[in-house]
């Protein structure tokens, strides 16, 4: 039972651009939700968090939007650089039991030069 | 470098054998999770450790087993391999329980090929 879920296997944007990466959950109870990107041949590294009680978080380039009546978050990427070509996970847990995160199974973003 | 470590780095073996990951946590971490990603999925859940404490199990089969030790470290064993057991085996750690705004740091992973 996939409870997150990321529908798009793979973007290509080009450069400059703003990418878009979508995750939608299943979960209403899930309330603290994570973005990893994860370069071949590594491990996935944190990019971005964003608890329940907002629905934006900014950091630099990126920014993450929760819109919890859809269940559905978003990456936003702007400007889009090539060495932001990597796969992108999204997680989410329930901060009550917190002992598990659920993972989607990612999107490959390629950005154009 | 996400200061987490994984050995070994990859790893052959046949069908019905046992294999033994090793995950040494960043320093000051008390969390150890472990994550299998097979080929075309996501990151799946096996099993939490907390400070030598199991916490949380995913879906982890009854063929694979986990702990961590008194220094942290974690080890996840393999046995009775099966073809469909090839995956990159992830550890992730942090500070403390899952349950706060807290973050995972992940190691590079452990290639394990089943033949």
């Known amino acids: 039972d996939q409870q997150v879920k990321q529908n798009s296997p793979s973007l290509s944007v080009q450069e400059g651009r703003i990418s878009i990466l979508n995750c939608d959950y299943t979960?209403?109870?899930?309330?603290?939700f994570l973005w990893y990107k994860k370069y071949p041949a590594e491990g996935p590294t944190f990019l971005i968090s964003i608890s329940s009680i907002k629905d934006k978080n900014e950091d630099g380039r990126f920014t993450v939007f929760l819109n919890k009546s859809a269940k559905h978050l978003s990456l936003h990427i702007v400007p889009s650089q090539p060495g932001d070509s990597a796969v992108y996970f999204c997680?989410?847990?329930?901060?009550?039991?917190?002992?598990?995160?659920?993972f989607g199974t990612g999107t490959s973003l390629t950005v154009i030069p | 470098d996400s200061g987490v470590t994984q050995t070994p780095k990859h790893l052959i073996t046949a069908t019905g054998q046992r294999v033994t990951l090793r995950c040494s946590p960043r320093?000051?971490?008390?969390?150890v999770y472990w994550y299998q990603q097979s080929l075309d999925q996501g990151l799946q859940f096996l099993i939490h450790?907390?400070?030598?404490?199991?916490?949380a199990k995913g879906n982890i089969l009854e063929r694979f087993s986990a702990q961590q030790f008194p220094d942290l470290h974690s080890e996840l064993n393999l046995s009775s391999l099966e073809l469909g057991d090839s995956a990159l085996y992830f550890c992730?750690?942090?500070?403390?329980?899952?349950?706060?705004?807290?973050?995972?740091?992940f190691g590079p992973g452990t290639r394990l090929t089943v033949l």
């Open positions: 997680a989410a847990s329930d901060l009550m039991t917190g002992n598990q995160f659920y």
């Open positions: 320093s000051g971490d008390l969390s």
């Open positions: 992730a750690s942090s500070v403390r329980l899952a349950g706060g705004t807290d973050t995972q740091y």
């Open positions: 450790y907390y400070n030598g404490e199991e916490r």
């Open positions: 979960n209403s109870m899930f309330d603290y």
